[in-house]
C-alpha cells in the first residue's frame, strides 16, 4: 500500500528547474511513485494539498524552505530522501571565467562581474522573484521572468516600472525567447533574420520560429511576453513595448503578433497600432471566434500558427514553395486503409494541443473532450481515463506538480500513450515533440521504448493504430530534428510538417477518411 511522506529542509533554496530535475531523478532512482520537490510556498502547498501529497506537519514549512513529498511503497520515502540529500550535496560548484573565479552570487555581485549586461533571466520562487525583477527593472535590466505564481497585481505593477524605466519585462511565466541571436529558456538554434516576432504563447512561440527556420528565413528578435500579458487588466504592457522595438530595429522588416484573443480593449488597441508601425504585421490569436477588428484595419491574419509563418517567411521571399511544412504525407503502406475510430491527442505544448483541438474539431462530430479549456469540448479531469476523441494538455498545471515539464520528462506522457495504443477503440494517436534547449534529450527514444511496451501487451491494437506526430525543432538543434523524425519513421510514425498539418490529417483519418488533406 502506497504511503506519503512529508521532508523539510529548512533554508535550502534550489530554483524550479533544478528542483524539477532533482525530483525526476530521485524517483528513478529510488522507484517511488512520485517525488515532489518543492520550495515551500502558500501556491505550491496548495498544489501539494490538492494532489494529495501533503500531511499535517507540513503547515511549518516557511517559503525559504525545501518540502519533499514522497509517495510510495514503504521503503521507497527512506531511499528517496537518501536520493534528493546526496543530490543536493553532489551539485557541481558553479565557477566562471578562465581564472576559475566563483560565480556572483547575487544580482549586485553580476553588475560589478560583467557591467555591460543587459538582462536578467530569473527563475527563483514567486515570493522572490517579485522583489528580484523589481530590483532589475530598477538597474535598467530588461528582465525574463521564467517563474511563475506571481499575482496579476504585480505583474502590473512590475511592466508599469519597466515602461517607466524603459527596459522591457517579459512574463512573468515567459518559457522562450531569442534576444539578440541568444535562445533562452525552452526555444531553438535558428538563423538570424528579418521577422521579429512577439508571442503571448511559449510553444506557439516556437513553433513559429522552427517553421520559419525550415522556411529558410530567420528571426531578428523573439519576445515572449507571459500568458496574461494580453488581458485588459494589463494592457500588453510588454506585446507594445516589444513591438516598438521591432518598430525601430534596423534588422526586422516582417512583425509577427501571436497569442490567445486579448481583452476587448486591448485588442481594439492593437489593431490601431499595429498598421501604424511602419512594417508589415501579421497576426494569429489563437482560438479566436473571428477577426473583425483587424480585418477593419487591414491587417493580415492567420488561421494557424503554420499559415502565419508562411505569411511572414513569403512576404520575405515572394512565391516561396512552403510545401516543406503545409503539405500532408502519404499513407505508409504498411496501414491498409484509415480505420475509424477514436482520437486521442497528446500534447507537451498547451498551445499546440490547443490549436490541434480547434483544427480537428469540425472534422470530428462525435463527443469531445479536453482536460483544458477549449470552446465545444467537454471538461476531463487528469485522473480521468479518456473518452471520445480526447486532447490532452501534459504541461498543465495537474500534470506538473512537483515533476519536470513534459518537454523535460515525458514520462507521464508516454504513460498515456501505451494506454491509448491498446485501447481497440482508438484508431489515431497524434503526439507533439518539442526538442531544443531545455528539452529532454531523447524523445524519440522514449516514444520507441513505450511503443514496444504497448505492442507487447495488445499487438493487434498497437500495430492497428495510426500514429501521427509533429516536431517542433530545427536541424541545428541537438539531437536535431532530422535525427528524431527518421527515428519516428523507422517506428511507422507519419510526421508531418506541422502541428496544424499533423491535427488536420489526424483528424481525416480518424474519421475513416482519405489520409490526406
Known amino acids: 500500500m502506497s504511503q506519503v511522506r512529508f521532508i523539510i529542509l529548512p533554508n535550502t533554496y534550489r530554483d524550479s528547474v533544478f528542483l524539477m530535475k532533482l525530483s525526476s531523478q530521485a524517483k528513478a532512482e529510488s522507484g517511488a511513485e512520485q517525488v515532489s520537490a518543492m520550495m515551500a510556498t502558500p501556491r505550491n502547498k496548495e498544489l501539494l ?38 543530490l543536493l550535496t553532489e551539485e557541481t560548484p558553479k565557477k566562471g571565467g578562465a581564472k576559475g573565479e566563483a560565480f556572483p552570487r547575487d544580482l549586485d555581485e553580476a553588475i560589478q562581474y560583467a557591467p555591460a549586461l543587459k538582462l536578467a533571466l530569473i527563475s527563483v520562487a514567486g515570493d522572490y522573484a517579485h522583489y528580484e525583477a523589481a530590483k532589475s527593472v530598477n538597474m535598467g535590466l530588461d528582465v525574463m521572468l521564467y517563474s511563475d505564481n506571481i499575482s496579476l497585481e504585480d505583474e502590473i505593477a512590475l511592466k508599469n516600472q519597466a515602461a517607466r524605466k524603459g527596459v522591457l519585462l517579459m512574463g512573468p511565466d515567459c518559457g522562450t525567447a531569442i534576444i539578440d541571436g541568444v535562445p533562452l529558456a525552452f526555444a531553438n538554434r535558428v538563423s538570424r533574420g528579418p521577422v521579429g516576432i512577439v508571442g503571448a504563447s511559449g510553444t506557439g512561440l516556437q513553433e513559429v520560429i522552427c517553421l520559419l527556420d525550415r522556411l529558410g528565413v530567420g528571426v531578428s528578435q523573439a519576445y515572449g511576453t507571459g500568458g496574461r500579458d494580453l488581458k485588459d487588466e494589463v494592457g500588453a504592457l510588454t506585446a507594445v513595448a516589444a513591438l516598438r522595438r521591432l518598430e525601430r530595429d534596423r534588422e ?3 512583425i509577427v503578433l501571436l497569442g490567445k484573443p486579448p481583452g476587448t480593449k486591448t485588442r481594439a488597441m492593437l489593431a490601431a497600432l ?7 504585421v501579421f497576426v494569429h490569436y489563437l482560438g479566436a471566434a473571428d477577426h473583425k477588428p483587424e480585418d477593419a484595419v487591414g491587417l493580415r491574419s492567420a488561421k494557424d500558427l503554420t499559415e502565419l509563418a508562411i505569411l511572414a517567411a513569403r512576404h520575405v521571399k515572394p512565391g516561396l514553395d512552403a510545401g516543406a511544412i503545409s503539405n500532408a504525407p502519404p499513407m505508409p503502406s504498411g496501414y491498409s486503409r484509415a480505420r475509424k475510430g477514436w482520437l486521442r491527442g497528446i500534447f507537451g505544448g498547451g498551445s499546440l494541443c490547443q490549436e490541434a483541438a480547434e483544427l480537428c474539431a469540425p472534422l470530428l462530430e462525435e463527443e469531445k473532450y479536453s482536460n483544458i479549456e477549449i470552446a465545444g469540448f467537454n471538461s476531463i479531469k487528469a485522473v480521468d481515463a479518456s473518452r471520445g476523441h480526447c486532447f ?42 518539442v526538442i531544443g534547449y531545455g528539452a529532454h534529450q531523447d524523445q524519440a527514444g522514449e516514444f520507441l521504448r513505450a511503443f514496444r511496451t504497448a505492442a507487447a501487451r495488445n499487438p493487434q491494437a498497437a500495430n492497428d493504430t495510426v500514429i501521427v506526430a509533429s516536431v517542433c525543432g530545427t536541424d541545428a538543434d541537438s539531437p536535431s530534428r532530422k535525427d528524431q523524425v527518421a527515428l519516428l519513421e523507422e517506428a511507422g510514425v507519419i510526421v508531418c510538417g506541422s502541428n496544424a498539418q499533423a491535427a488536420l490529417f489526424a483528424a481525416q483519418t480518424a474519421r475513416g477518411g482519405k489520409c490526406h488533406v
Open 49 to 86: 494539498v490538492q494532489f494529495g501529497l501533503c500531511m499535517a506537519d507540513m503547515e511549518t514549512a516557511h517559503a525559504e524552505d525545501l518540502v519533499i513529498a514522497v509517495k510510495g511503497a514503504a521503503e521507497t520515502p527512506d531511499a528517496a530522501e537518501q536520493a534528493v540529500k546526496r
Open 274 to 280: 499595429l498598421p501604424a508601425l511602419g512594417k508589415p
Open 252 to 254: 526586422t522588416r516582417v
Open 392 to 433: 490532452w494538455d501534459f504541461g498543465d498545471d495537474a500534470f506538473t506538480v512537483g515533476r519536470p515539464h513534459p518537454m523535460m520528462a515525458p514520462e507521464l506522457k508516454m504513460e498515456r500513450l501505451i494506454r491509448e495504443l491498446v485501447d481497440p477503440e482508438v484508431s489515431v494517436v497524434l503526439m507533439d515533440m
